[in-house]
């Protein structure tokens, strides 16, 4: 419906090798643990979560990322873990990941200023791999997976009767 609001977020998608490291990684776990594990293709790591967003602002959404010249970004995913508050078992970044947080924070300011955001957030990076999970008891060690991510993705996130899917939507280049 063309006037319906999308859920959009701005995020970093896997390489496929990450995607398949990891999504092989979650298999592992969910005998244990239980839940809902995410689909390969659809694994990524969200810099900006904007919620709804109505269809009629797609465009100006589009020009602003473009408009933007972020840097690429290093990232070094190296630990599993599991959030008790929202049950999910996750890959993230064992130190602080400096660039990381930089290009969440830029991203984030433009969208506060254009009206896209109410206000920025910290990001504690991490890629979503299991949700509904129950604890897993001790996590596997993660062999640290290591890229520099190239481009910014614009995602939808749609709801189905079996949880979230998302689609990414638009790409650009980091610098
Ligand atoms: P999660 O994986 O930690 O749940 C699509 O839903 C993406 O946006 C997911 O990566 C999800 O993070 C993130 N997301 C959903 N709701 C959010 C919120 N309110 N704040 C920040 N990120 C959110």
């Not at 990524?44 to 919620?51: E, P, Q, Y």
């Not at 504690?124 to 129950?134: E, S």
């Not at 995602?155 to 280049?173: L, V």
Request: hydrophobic fraction near 45%; include cysteine.
């Amino acid at each position: 419906v063309a006037a319906s609001p999308a859920r959009l977020f701005f995020a970093l998608w896997l390489p496929p090798a990450v995607a398949q490291k990891l999504h092989r990684q979650a298999g592992g776990i969910v005998g244990k643990s239980g839940g809902r594990l995410m689909r390969e293709e659809s694994l990524h790591l969200t810099l900006a979560f904007l919620g709804d967003v109505p269809e009629r602002r797609l465009p100006e959404l589009h020009r602003l990322a473009a408009s933007l010249s972020l840097p690429r970004v290093p990232v070094r995913l190296d630990r599993l873990g599991f959030w008790r508050h929202n049950h999910i078992v996750w890959a993230g970044c064992g130190e602080a990941a400096p660039d990381l947080s930089a290009l969440a924070a830029a991203l984030q300011k433009a969208l506060v200023a254009a009206g896209f955001l109410d206000g920025e957030r910290a990001v504690t990076p991490h890629v979503t791999l299991l949700r509904k999970a129950a604890h897993p008891g001790e996590l596997p060690a993660l062999p640290a997976q290591e890229w520099s991510a190239g481009e910014l993705v614009l995602a939808r996130s749609w709801r189905t009767d079996r949880g979230s899917t998302y689609e990414p939507i638009a790409r650009w280049p980091l610098h």
